[in-house]
């Protein structure tokens, strides 16, 4: 081999196994796409969205070619599963469904582009736990992204982009002319090992990602853009899932950018699924009228052990807000907050047993929610207009409300009373303002005095492997 051969062979080789994606030609005329990642999985048999009968010109429409693809590589799951490459371009589809030892992979100059006919998107019934559309009474529109009874799922790229075209759903929305609860932009349903990584979402018509009655979650390096004024366009809501981990996202909502859910009124009840073992990371929001991270409304199946970590949030309604109303049931509790930085604020501490919304008219006024161990510490906030706002609930307060080392900076035009308190229970340390008497100040150590854990969940050990696609075209 003459010395020109060999520097075009390691040229090609280092091309082939370099970080992120690349095309080479060779002297046969064919291209290499290639490119590294890491999930939870690595498969052993890869194709293309191109293979399938695709087109990305943003015009022609590739629910079938999806639909085909998926269907096909479904035949590798028992032969180290399949992946799926979306190329640069502008790929216009409908909903389609995901299979189990799958990944789906957005090159970083890959648009996914729902569609935007109203008409040609299929329904699904309400989830068991809710018994009840968010939007109407009737069904849902399947989200674009879906996925039932599946394992090992991975859906990521080189922060490829999924746009949900939501305007025209808003609109419709705000008329009252939608039939069933708009699509979300991901959904995973009754499913186990799950991984959402390294994309942008836009404008998704509703909810942007919702794994429900799912386990062992991994989210991250997510971004999450939609017009603030956009209606109920949640970042990311887990929903009855057990070990979630939520990290490194970047969201701006019209909602609550994360939002910690389990079933709404006398369905959450009797579906019984709570959503627990949950992380929240690094989190960075914009949501002018919500919270950074929602506790409910629909929170009937409970929710427990959500340890959050290192928030920002910028222009957002709350820091933290706890929703819930006499005929949820269920209970909110052994959550830990710790490490947040807030600027402009209408209140940092938000909680509310008054939020209403009900599934219907046969909600039980005897289900009262448990709210109960708290836990804020550490937190700066600046230019805010009122501390906090806790409101329980007449005979049944909530309980165990600690927060430690909080200073927060009114605002030039805050509220005269900077905390409101009724029917709640707990100690401060180092908290400034000064808060209400039924929050006395009772710590020595303001830097110790509220829990965040030192144990180390499951979903934590789930490590990632480096993963690699290597196809050639003639």
């Known amino acids: ?11 090609a080789v280092v091309l082939i196994f370099a970080s992120g994606g690349v095309e080479c030609r060779s002297r046969e005329g064919r291209i290499a796409e290639s490119f590294e990642y890491s999930a939870i999985s690595c498969r052993g048999h890869s194709a293309s969205i191109v293979e399938f009968g695709g087109v990305g010109d943003g015009k022609t429409l590739n629910t079938a070619a999806f639909r085909r ?8 799951a028992s032969d180290g599963g399949a992946q799926l490459f979306v190329p640069a371009g502008k790929w216009l589809t409908g909903s389609f469904n995901l299979t189990s030892h799958f990944t789906l992979y957005l090159h970083k100059d890959a648009i996914l582009l729902a569609s935007q006919d109203i008409k040609s998107w299929g329904v699904v019934d309400p989830l068991p736990s809710y018994g009840h559309g968010r939007d109407t009474a009737g069904g849902r529109y399947i989200s674009l992204i879906f996925g039932t009874n599946l394992t090992d799922v991975v859906i990521t790229g080189e922060n490829g982009t999924i746009d949900g075209q939501g305007g025209v759903w808003w609109q419709q929305f705000h008329k009252k002319k939608l039939k069933y609860t708009r699509p979300y932009l991901i959904e995973i349903m009754h499913s186990h090992k799950i991984q959402i990584s390294n994309l942008t979402l836009l404008n998704s018509p509703s909810w942007n990602v919702h794994p429900v009655y799912t386990s062992d979650i991994i989210i991250q390096g997510i971004t999450i853009l939609a017009p603030v004024t956009s209606p109920n366009t949640d970042g990311i809501n887990p929903d009855s899932c057990t070990s979630t981990r939520i990290e490194d996202t970047y969201i701006v909502s019209g ?9 709404w009124d006398e ?14 990371r690094r989190l960075t929001c914009i949501s002018p009228y919500s919270a950074a991270i929602a506790l409910g409304s629909e929170m009937s199946g409970g929710i427990e052990d959500v340890r959050a970590e290192d928030v920002t949030a910028i222009r957002t309604e709350s820091g933290v807000r706890i929703k819930t109303a006499v005929g949820r049931g269920g209970y909110v509790r052994d959550i830990y907050v710790k490490g947040m930085s807030l600027h402009t604020m209408k209140w940092v501490f938000w909680m509310t047993g ?16 448990e709210i109960k161990g708290i836990n804020y510490r550490d937190v700066v906030a600046e230019n805010v207009t009122m501390a906090a706002r806790l409101e329980g609930i007449s005979g049944d307060p909530f309980t165990g409300i600690c927060m430690s080392n909080v200073t927060i900076g009114m605002a030039k035009k805050a509220k005269k009373y900077p905390w409101t308190c009724s029917e709640v229970e707990g100690v401060t340390s180092g908290v400034v303002p000064p808060p209400c008497s039924l929050l006395p100040n009772k710590g020595r150590d303001k830097r110790a005095m509220c829990d ?3 144990d180390t969940l499951p979903i934590d050990d789930l490590e990632l492997q480096k993963c690699s696609y290597v196809k050639n075209y003639l």
């Not at 081999?1 to 040229?11: K, Q, S």
């Not at 693809?69 to 590798?76: Q, T």
């Open 354 to 369: 008054n939020y209403g919304s009900h599934a219907d008219t046969h909600y039980d006024p005897n289900a009262l929610p």
């Open 255 to 263: 909602d609550d950018c994360i939002a910690v859910k389990s079933g």
């Open 1 to 11: 081999m003459n010395a020109m051969v060999a520097a075009a062979a390691a040229a």
């Open 267 to 280: 369905y959450g009840i009797k579906y019984g699924m709570p959503t627990k073992h949950l992380i929240i």
């Open 452 to 454: 965040f854990p030192t």
């Open 69 to 76: 693809a998926v269907d096909e590589l479904s035949k590798h």
